[in-house]
């Protein structure tokens, strides 16, 4: 059981380049979230997905789009990455009715130029 | 502006009782308290929650304050381990968002 896996690990990327970003879960988990960690800051959520098919916004989108084609993958993409996309991005996954416990993942640095 | 308001870093020496707060002045009567806890390098893990009434679990105990505009995480006996960040946290209802605050950064001292 890996639990929350982030592909890849560390990234750099130009000013203007585009990326994706992967999470895989394999606890069947309904819904799954991306986060960005910026220095000494607290996490904030970028989208979400409450299922297969369905995707939100959380407080920080822009810049960012999301896609949930597999219950157990959330893809993450930068279209047009800036210096401010510089950050430690988290995926996480829950299911209700445990509402309490979300489970990380170990986090992608990305670095962008 | 942030929905929940922790001091920046704390200290304790090992084995003694460690005690966290956090202000959250314009919680909803809906809003769950949260705190999850962050080791360099990893992801946050989930410590306890609450919503009104003080709860207790294998790692830790959450005191609501009667208004619920402020909460204490309780450690008990304060490990090595337990050298983290520590994040207060509310979850809206139904519980699709969680807003984190900026942690506060415990050193245990041995």
């Known amino acids: 059981n890996a639990g929350v896996t982030q592909t890849p690990k560390f990234r750099v990327l130009k000013t203007g380049q585009s990326m994706t970003l992967l999470c895989a879960q394999d606890?069947?988990?309904?819904?799954m979230y991306w986060y960005r960690q910026d220095p000494g800051m607290g996490l904030r959520l970028i989208h979400y997905s409450v299922g297969e098919g369905t995707t939100a916004k959380g407080e920080v989108p822009d810049g960012y789009n999301v896609s949930r084609l597999k219950k157990q993958n959330f893809l993450l993409g930068l279209e047009s990455a800036a210096p401010s996309q510089t950050s430690v991005y988290f995926c996480?996954?829950?299911?209700?009715?445990?509402?309490?416990?979300?489970?990380f993942g170990p986090g992608t640095r990305l670095t962008v130029t | 502006d942030a929905k929940t308001t922790q001091p920046n870093s704390m200290e304790s020496n090992e084995e003694e009782p460690v005690h966290l707060p956090c202000n959250h002045s314009t919680i909803s009567g809906t809003d769950y308290i949260h705190w999850y806890r962050q080791l360099p390098s990893q992801g946050p893990e989930y410590v306890i929650h609450?919503?009104?009434s003080n709860v207790n679990n294998r790692m830790a105990s959450l005191a609501i304050a009667e208004d619920r505009k402020s909460s204490t995480l309780i450690l008990h006996r304060a490990t090595l381990r337990d050298a983290a960040v520590y994040y207060c946290i509310l979850r809206d209802h139904p519980g699709n968002q969680f807003y984190f605050g900026t942690g506060t950064s415990l050193t245990v001292i041995p």
């Open positions: 996480a996954s829950r299911t209700p009715p445990d509402f309490y416990e979300q489970y």
């Open positions: 609450g919503l009104t």
């Open positions: 606890m069947n988990h309904e819904y």
